[in-house]
């Protein structure tokens, strides 16, 4: 899909260029274009270190592993179908608490693990209620800090680059709480349809 | 309430910061050696979306350079701009859920053009932050396990997608309109 979009764009841009006459700044365009890209993500370098750095200080100082036992009361309601001390549950918390830090990095392979106990729980190559749920939950986004639009940001001089992040916390917690809604209304449906 | 929000957006970080360097001073943790092992993830990072965004900032300059974007924008912008929906904003809201780092191209290419203070540089920051890529968190964790059937799953991240692109522009036009 990606793909399609991506060549899309180019082959658009230079056909119009073609009988609009306006090649000669399509070809600038192409070259200044991949410079600031370039200089972005050499920019992007100094938030990212520090972020990551600062976070890997919170994830040792226990701070992830508090915050996953504040979670621990409302996360066993969201999953009414996986046993309270069942390690799936151990697995969700811990890939939440990771999103909700941005350490996206640590979040995938600990969401796969969650997947992997769900799906020893249903047993089938049919996604169950708890797999949706988890993920409806990752799509809809758990960030606080959108650290890598924060540096974008920096990058191109904005006056305060983080003024952003409370739009952005407000936004992805309307896209979270539809996210939970739209789950369980799909569910319901499902269960209706089936008898 | 614009207030409280841009003072909890420029409080939030250092506060947090606070918290994380003096639990790990009373933790007697060696920060400094911590903060130096996660930081080179961050160089790994930054180097790993490079190409994603030579490859988007390219494909955009040339539809814009050309006079294709603007004529399409053009085109659709008066349905857009009678519902409320900035019509530059369009190629994001479409791209946001299919790749992460392809709409974090689109995202640095709107705030490079429009400036990243101006209504639409504050719309696309905030909308590339607030959802996760849908399509790809999917095909990641339904097919690291082997989840052929993802029934309902496919509905509900992309129209919680839809709910979040609307949600941005209400709030960003809220309070900074």
Known sequence: MVNLIWAFMAIVGIIYAMFNGTMEEVNKALFESADEAVKLSIGLISILVFWLGIMKIAEEAGILRVLAKLLRPIVVKIFPEIPKDHPAMGYILSNFTA?????????????????????????????????????AINTAGLTLIPSTVIAIRMQYNSSSPTEIVGTTIIASAAALTSALLLDRFFYYRSLRRKE | MMGIVTTISTWLIPCFLLLVLGVAQWKKLPSYELFVEGGKEGVQLAFSLLPFLVGMLVAISILRSSGALDASIGLIAPILTAIGIPPDIVPLALVRPISGNAALGVTSELIATHGPDSFIGRLASTMQGSTDTTLYILTVYFGAVGIKKMRYAVKVGLLADLVGIIASIIIVTLIFG
Do not use: V
Not at chain 1, 99 to 107: D, S, T, Y
């Open chain 1, 99 to 135: 999103n909700i830090f941005g350490l996206g990095n640590a979040a995938t392979p600990l969401g796969i693990k969650a997947m992997e106990e769900m799906k020893k729980l249903s047993g089938t190559d049919t996604a169950s209620r708890s797999m949706i749920t988890f993920l």
